[in-house]
């Protein structure tokens, strides 16, 4: 269950890739998506996810923060996606340090409320629903499905630079990227008035 829900293709996974791609903070990124990960699904377990399901308020207030996150990021990748010459496999355009790397993985990992929706909310209530002995071992495999692919995402990457050495090929990715956050963006704010 795990890996079936980390794996859809979505803005924290985009934001490893990229990072994987230009060798950049790989192992910090990788680290701090399954921490955090882990850190969610145990708290969705141990009974947030019931507190999180009577607060509409608190849910559609990440919802709108979360698009508004994904719309500027959105946009930066198409604004990159433009830049044939700045483009490198190593270090792509302009090199992040390792604290603006954490708070972007921040941003994408805490901002997005389908990893709240995905590891508080869905796997903490199926967690929650497992027998007591049996709970521990379903956060641990939670858990570790999510550092495996992480960390498969992240230093599986280097495999795919040759690939990436052409300015093109940043381009496709940057303007995926993109697209691919603002479709996210639009779909949390139609779903914020949806519910309405």
């Known amino acids: 269950m795990g890996f079936g ?6 803005a924290q996974n985009a934001f490893v890739l990229r990072q994987g791609l230009r060798r ?22 141990t009974g947030m996810a019931q507190a999180l399901g009577e607060s509409p308020i608190l849910t559609q207030g ?18 990159r996606a433009r830049q044939t010459r700045r483009l490198r496999t190593a270090g792509g355009t302009t090199a992040l340090s390792r604290g603006a790397a954490m708070t972007q993985a921040a941003a994408f990992t805490l901002l997005n409320p389908h990893v709240y929706l995905d590891t508080v909310l869905l796997v903490g209530s199926i967690g929650a629903q497992q027998p007591s002995p049996v709970r521990g071992w379903f956060v641990a495999g939670a858990c570790t499905a999510s550092l495996l692919w992480f960390g498969a995402l992240g230093l599986g990457a280097r495999w795919l630079a040759p690939c990436f050495a052409r300015p093109g090929a940043w381009q496709i990715l940057d303007g995926l990227i993109g697209c691919t956050m603002w479709v996210l963006a639009f779909l949390l704010i139609r779903h914020v008035f949806a519910v309405h």
């Open 24 to 45: 950049e903070h790989v192992g910090s990124v990788v680290m701090f998506c399954a921490i955090a990960d882990a850190v969610l699904i145990t708290i969705g377990v």
């Open 62 to 79: 990440l919802a709108l923060a979360g698009s508004a996150f994904l719309a500027a990021y959105g946009l930066q990748a198409l604004r």
């Open 5 to 10: 829900l980390i794996v859809a293709i979505g």
